[in-house]
């Protein structure tokens, strides 16, 4: 199994420039999270999909973030324009319906707005 | 509003010694509890979880404690190894709907040789 897989690894973009990130699930695993990590914060929950329906979007910080899941096998999360307090990791997580079942990270996108 | 605090932010231990990482929480509807690793450049790893019905769990050189009273779990480490070194981050989540984790801002454990 190849684990959660992020795309890219690493993003430097200008202030105003659209900015995606890509996310490809573990196979089978029916809940997807993106999180975004910060000094201030740690890992703040931005959106959570299940069987590719948005659940909860509360954490998504602006209107300037958008978050699809076309289908069970990839999730993208969009940042429209982007600003430099934008600039963090990115991480998406996915788990299986078990119950208490664990998230499984990918290895994060670094974003840096300049 | 910060619902899992881990009000530590670093740690330094000895290699050999005990490491206590400690965390609280607010949400008294958090039934489910876990310890995650996050070495650099990496996503984080599941370390070790523990329900609301325990009170410890341990795996290995790994225990976790919960005072559900004092809304207080901390994660110890014996003896410390210096690849244990890395960032712990505390989480949580309630028994309600698809059961969203919750983390801390994390605790940074350098271990020594």
């Known amino acids: 199994d190849a684990g959660v897989i992020q795309s890219p690894r690493h993003e430097v973009t200008e202030m105003g420039q659209e900015v995606t990130l890509r996310c490809k699930p573990i196979s089978g695993h029916n809940s997807l999270f993106w999180y975004r990590q910060t000094m201030m914060r740690g890992l703040e929950l931005l959106i959570y999909?299940?069987?590719?329906?948005?659940?909860?979007d509360s954490g998504m910080p602006e209107d300037r973030f958008s978050a699809k899941m076309p289908n069970a096998s990839f999730s993208t999360l969009k940042i429209q324009p982007s600003e430099p307090r934008d600039s963090a990791v990115y991480f998406c997580a996915t788990r299986s319906q078990t119950y208490n079942s664990p998230l499984h990270f990918g290895n994060g996108t670094r974003l840096t707005v300049t | 509003d910060q619902q899992v605090k881990q009000n530590s932010p670093s740690l330094s231990v000895q290699e050999g010694r005990i490491s206590i990482l400690n965390c609280d929480y607010t949400?008294?509807?958090?039934?489910?509890f876990l310890w995650y690793k996050k070495y650099p450049a990496e996503g984080p790893t599941f370390l070790i979880s523990?329900?609301?019905?325990?009170d410890k769990n341990e795996d290995g050189r790994f225990t976790v404690f919960l005072n559900k009273s004092a809304k207080h779990l901390s994660l110890h480490i014996v003896p410390s190894q210096p690849g244990d070194s890395a960032v712990y981050f505390c989480?949580?989540?309630?028994?309600?709907?698809?059961?969203?984790?919750?983390f801390g801002t994390g605790t940074r454990l350098l271990v020594s040789p």
């Open positions: 989480a949580a989540s309630a028994n309600t709907g698809f059961q969203k984790l919750v």
């Open positions: 999909f299940n069987n590719n329906v948005p659940i909860d």
């Open positions: 523990i329900s609301s019905i325990k």
């Open positions: 949400n008294s509807m958090f039934d489910y």
